[in-house]
């Protein structure tokens, strides 16, 4: 039995719309009946949750609307659960005490749509600066998306800090990340005994940007510059959402290209951060061998490309460029030298004792939070759960190709390290695989048709983890709503169960386990050290200072 | 009075050569990191750019953290005028042995407690840190010098120069020192009180411009006096079978010693990583037994 009609048995009378199309089966129930439902489907089927997704649907229908997206394990389907709120009232129910990684997601929702979620834990801002109008909900129709907030409050870093323990900042600006995050680690002697988190510094507004200003063309080059690491997975996946609302059949050769490429990305972006890890433990010599050895693939990427990152390559219906028999052969070299030279030096950095000391046993994540919290990804796999979205819902070339998925059952800090080597070890393989048979044809779908109102739901795993793009296409050549969830952000929450009572020299290490990725930006913060209080520098007044 | 020439010389030489050898040591650095890495005169470049900066204070440090690494600094200077470069210092004096190690952990707790006493919650930590390291090294240094005293009648830097033979315990006290001043030297993997991606630099995170230039001169100074002191141990060992007698060769044979010590040192503190403190301090008590069997067996006459 489908899931649509198991929903519709039991809850007939409170569902609104039941659809299937493609891998997705859309449910749209009462508002009442939200919690119950997702209550239900949870407990009866094996989902993984995706994220949470608020629509202003005003123009059209005049309601707002909450998307639950929800993947199924076993098989490539994707479930979709929405409901719709009166936008003079916009009340929800929370699905937070049952789903605890909805949490994020809701709060994000109520920051930029302002619908409330009733039952939810802690519905305190998340995205919006401080000093954003408490009235003002960025991502409704009716708000510009050049916008700026103008006036200038005083505010406060509202962290709950327990009294009795040292309070240690981390950020917004510290050497273990050079980006902006804020951890508060709240420390016992040697020992963190709390953290908390407060993050985006950084939020830039892609989403409003993509839906009011770009056209579908240009979204992907926006896309790509989501994230300084793994970008062409963003731009990948957003192609490949538009391309399932449309319906466009991609050729053959461009999915060849977009895996490839996509592969490349995670081997360097694992080096980069099997280098910073080693500059975590204080083993710089570690960091540079990496970072050497990332180099000759940065150099490929943009013999491939011709970018060492940031590529440019995807369009909706394909890529840009073709890869051609020199690119090829030269791919084939350097991945075999890659490869010699990698086994070295993982070879000589296990044989560390005191590498090794630090990073067993450290920073675990159970598997059981780490399901239940939403983790993704290397971090997901070093806690004993195999799900990798290219094997679970295979996307572009990977059908093609057979290769292994690395799983660890320990879930410390050396196990998110032994998924990402053997990770790297296996894209060499994935690659080699796809290079020898890439098929000849066009690189670019022909005769593209725009459809109006369509909803199309992508996810790639990213060397971070999944990575989801969510549209729904509009008029003019222009996204209706685009939403996007990287990885990072699935993932930041369960550092809160990995640093608790870990020792402070491997907080560090912990943190940068789960391979975050901010993005580089950040407001100014005044202090006045005398009394104490934060003010946060408003456009206005920068504007006035002639930034 | 040619001695007292020839060691303010050496006290000169040494200034300036210190800063040279940390050049060395990054250079040393980046080959085994296979990078080009910067021209050996790069630190002098550093702390000459510090020098020129502004001072900033933060306004809520005591005056303790201006004058810490100023006076740290001072002492350092002082242990190297009691120095012997290799012949018989005419400033040294029985007893200055005790002197120069109270100057260098002097100095050190010094730095610590003014780095500490801007209220910097990170230099609190660095502090502790290295103040646990401290404990359990200082009982080395203590028990070497015990039996130096007790195998050859000595406290004085002079004599231990001239009256040093070959045996058991001073063999050992050598192997010991070598230990030590790797440890004390803060290198990779005892670097735990300043492991800037942990606590961010730790107890110097809340110096700048001048006064940063200066700490880290003064580390480098330090380093470079214990391996000084340990180069003229080494020499008081070795002078019966090496046989120099001109003043100037002992001092280059110095030299050289404290360049090798120094190459040696640079290579293994770029194949570690580093410590946990629990595990730091226990490295360090794992070296005790060393100098107490040294110690025991000066007692014996060996």
């Not at chain 2, 007698?245 to 190459?263: A, G, H, K, Q, Y």
Request: with cysteine.
């Amino acid at each position: 039995m489908t899931v649509n009609n198991d929903i519709l048995k039991i809850f007939g009378d409170y569902v609104i719309k039941a659809i299937t199309i493609d891998n997705i089966d859309y449910i749209e129930v009462s508002k009442d009946k939200l919690k119950e439902t997702i209550e239900y489907l949870t407990k009866e089927y094996n989902l993984h949750y995706i994220t949470s997704i608020g629509v202003d649907d005003r123009p059209l229908t005049r309601t707002l609307r909450v998307y639950h997206v929800f993947s199924r394990v076993v098989e490539d389907k994707f479930i979709v659960i929405g409901c719709s709120t009166d936008p003079h009232y916009p009340h929800v129910d929370s699905i937070t005490p049952v789903v605890p990684a909805a949490n994020w997601a809701e709060r994000e929702i109520r920051d930029l749509l302002g619908i409330k979620f009733r039952g939810h834990p802690n519905l305190e801002r998340l995205v919006l600066p401080d000093d954003w109008p408490e009235d003002i909900h960025p991502l409704r129709k009716d708000v510009p998306y050049n916008l700026r907030s103008v006036v200038e409050v005083k505010v406060t870093y509202p962290l709950k800090r327990p009294r009795e323990h040292t309070v240690l900042p981390v950020g917004p600006y510290h050497p273990l990340l050079h980006e902006p995050e804020y951890f508060e680690l709240y420390v016992d002697g040697e020992k963190v005994v709390d953290v908390e988190y407060r993050g985006f510094h950084v939020h830039r507004g892609i989403e409003k940007l993509g839906e009011s200003r770009l056209t579908y063309n240009q979204v992907p080059f926006v896309a790509e510059r989501i994230c300084g690491i793994c970008g062409f997975t963003h731009s990948t996946c957003y192609c490949q959402a538009v391309e399932k609302a449309m319906k466009i059949h991609v050729p053959e050769r461009a999915e060849y290209i977009r895996s490839i490429l996509l592969e490349l990305e995670r081997m360097h972006s694992h080096l980069l951060w099997i280098g910073v890890a080693c500059h975590l433990l204080g083993f710089d010599t570690g960091f540079m061998h990496s970072w050497r050895i990332r180099e000759h693939i940065m150099r490929l990427c943009e013999r491939l490309t011709g970018n060492r990152k940031t590529y440019g390559l995807n369009l909706i219906g394909g890529v840009r460029r073709d890869i051609n028999k020199d690119g090829v052969k030269k791919a084939i070299n350097v991945l075999k030298m890659v490869k010699e030279e990698l086994k070295r030096f993982i070879e000589c950095l296990l044989s560390l004792k005191e590498v090794k000391a630090r990073l067993e046993g450290t920073g675990i994540l159970p598997k059981n939070d780490a399901w239940k919290l939403g983790a993704v990804g290397p971090t997901l796999r070093a806690s004993g759960i195999k799900y990798d979205v290219r094997a679970n819902h295979p996307y572009a070339a990977y059908k093609e190709a057979s290769f292994s998925i690395p799983v660890y059952t320990e879930g410390d800090n050396l196990a998110r390290l032994l998924i990402r080597i053997d990770e790297t070890l296996e894209s060499i393989s994935i690659i080699e695989q796809l290079l020898d048979k890439i098929p000849k044809g066009d690189i670019l779908a022909k005769d593209i048709e725009v459809h109006e109102g369509k909803i199309g739901l992508s996810m790639t795993e990213a060397p971070r983890g999944e990575n989801i793009h969510f549209v729904i296409t509009g008029k003019d050549n222009i996204l209706y709503r685009w939403k996007v969830r990287a990885p990072t952000y699935a993932n930041l929450p369960v550092l809160k169960v990995m640093l608790k009572e870990c020792p402070l020299s491997d907080a560090p290490i912990t943190i940068a386990s789960i391979d975050p990725c901010f993005s580089c930006t950040d407001r100014v913060i005044v202090i006045d050290i005398k009394n104490g209080v934060m003010r946060v520098t408003s456009f206005k007044r920068l504007l006035r200072c002639k930034i | 009075m040619v001695e007292l020439e020839l060691t303010l010389l050496g006290v000169i030489v040494s200034l300036f050569y210190s800063l040279i050898l940390d050049g060395l040591e990054r250079k040393i650095r980046a080959k085994i990191q296979s990078r080009k890495g910067p021209p050996i005169t790069q630190t002098l470049y550093d702390v000459i750019k510090l020098f020129r900066k502004e001072l900033l204070i933060p306004s809520t440090a005591p005056s303790m953290f201006m004058f810490a690494p100023i006076v740290s600094f001072s002492m350092i200077i002082i242990a190297y005028l009691i120095l012997p470069y290799g012949f018989p210092n005419p400033m040294g004096f029985y007893g200055d042995l005790i002197l120069l190690v109270y100057l260098i952990v002097a100095s050190t707790i010094l730095l610590l407690y003014g780095g500490s006493s801007s209220g910097n919650p990170y230099a609190e930590i660095g502090c502790s840190r290295e103040i646990s390291l401290l404990m359990a090294n200082e009982l080395i240094i203590a028990l070497v010098i015990a039996t130096i005293a007790i195998r050859y009648h000595a406290l004085s830097l002079n004599t231990v120069l001239a009256s040093l033979t070959i045996s058991p315990s001073s063999i050992l006290i050598v192997l010991t020192l070598l230990l030590y001043i790797y440890i004390e030297s803060a290198r990779l993997p005892f670097d735990i009180g300043e492991a800037e991606p942990e606590i961010a630099s730790g107890y110097l995170i809340e110096y700048s411009g001048p006064l940063l230039g200066l700490t880290i001169y003064t580390h480098i100074l330090k380093r470079t006096l214990l391996y000084l002191f340990t180069s003229v141990v080494i020499l008081g060992l070795v002078d019966n079978i090496i046989q120099l007698s001109d003043i100037i060769s002992r001092f280059v044979t110095i030299l050289l010693f404290v360049t090798l010590l120094s190459i040696l040192y640079s290579i293994i503190s770029n194949i570690c990583g580093r410590f946990r403190v629990r595990h730091a301090v226990n490295a360090v008590r794992a070296i005790i037994p060393l100098p107490v069997l040294a110690l025991i067996l000066s007692f014996l006459g060996l």
